[in-house]
């Protein structure tokens, strides 16, 4: 039975990846190196931030900012972008919110503390989450499970009675070994990743799942789809192929 949910936020929440590689990007420029967008993507997704600081350190041995120097330049750059178009991935925040009226639910991202409380402004879900952990609240990053073990102890409830909501290879690999059921959401728009160590992996834009524990059902899930007849037809055919094989 699950008793807690633990949602990361960047990509899984918000669709917020593809800006920090901008903004990452336009640093890098900025500071006379020349990357393109496939290097950057390369760069930020999937890992943490002093992750990504140590893999442009390594690509680019001259470039001379300090760790936190980098972020305060990265920050603003990402705030500017931020406001030009909506980030909220609002199947992600309608199921926290469902899931958040019978159950605890909290927020591990690999992000600072301004840029969660930003995220959580920009979704209007403070009042349904019980806390968050940011990336300066815990070491080291995913995918060591260190981050999850500490929200499962905050919330006072097992690591395997917790399900994780994420979206990246390290994220995943940090719900397994901290003993937790993982769904990993994935997006056909954006960076594949191997998230093949996830229990479910669903396809953002096209289905939703929704824990029976959340409708009173335990031990069964109610997926929503978004697609033409035609495609429900062969996803569900897909679903019960999956089922058969066992």
Not at 73 to 90: E, K, N, Q
Request: charged share 25%; proline share 4%.
């Amino acid at each position: 039975m699950i008793d807690a949910y633990i949602f990361d936020m960047d990509g899984t929440l918000l669709d917020s990846e593809i800006l920090w590689v901008e903004a990452v990007k336009k640093c890098l420029i900025d500071f006379g190196f020349p990357v393109s967008h496939e290097e950057a993507i390369d760069i930020v997704y999937g890992v943490s931030w002093h992750d990504i600081y140590e893999e442009i350190r390594r690509r680019f041995p001259g470039f001379g900012l300090g760790y936190q120097q980098f972020v305060s330049v990265v920050d603003p750059i990402f705030a500017a972008l931020r406001h030009t178009r909506d980030i909220r991935i609002h199947s992600s925040i309608e199921l926290l919110r469902k899931l958040a009226r019978d159950f605890p639910v909290c927020i591990v991202s690999g992000s600072n503390t301004a840029g969660v409380n930003d995220g959580i402004d920009i979704m209007g879900i403070r009042q349904d989450i019980r806390f968050f952990l940011a990336a300066d609240d815990y070491s080291p990053g995913k995918p060591d499970p260190t981050c999850f073990l500490m929200a499962a102890e905050r919330l006072e409830i097992e690591p395997a009675r917790c399900l994780v909501f994420e979206d990246s290879r390290v994220g995943v690999q940090a719900a397994k070994a901290a003993g937790m059921h993982c769904v990993a959401l994935s997006r056909a728009d954006r960076p594949r990743q191997d998230v093949s160590l996830a229990d479910l992996v669903l396809e953002h834009a096209k289905v939703a799942f929704v824990p029976g524990e959340a409708f009173g059902a335990p031990g069964y899930g109610r997926f929503s789809f978004a697609l033409a007849d035609d495609d429900m037809e062969e996803g569900i055919a897909r679903i019960a192929r999956l089922v058969a094989a066992g």
